[in-house]
């Protein structure tokens, strides 16, 4: 029985595109979103995303793209228990 891939990404996360050589040149550096999974073409999962760029659709495959980091690149500063910055 052969094995089905699935699709590691779900709708509304956000990823990009850290190639930018080869068939993912056509697509813009920053942040997509996903808005809807597509079938499997070939052994590679596909999905439709909207670019925060320029705010056009294109399909990609799984390959092709990976989640965005999440995390903020700079942290808050530290507060007390009334919501209070320090000094």
Known sequence: MP???YHR???G???VAPT???PSAMIPRGQHLIVRLLPVSGRDPQYRIRSNVDGLDRVVTESQIRLADQQPSIPEPPTDRD???YR
Request: glycine share 14%.
């Open 20 to 22: 930018i050589s080869g």
């Open 3 to 5: 094995i089905v891939p």
């Open 9 to 11: 990404f779900k709708v």
């Open 83 to 85: 919501g209070r910055r």
């Open 13 to 15: 996360q956000t990823v």
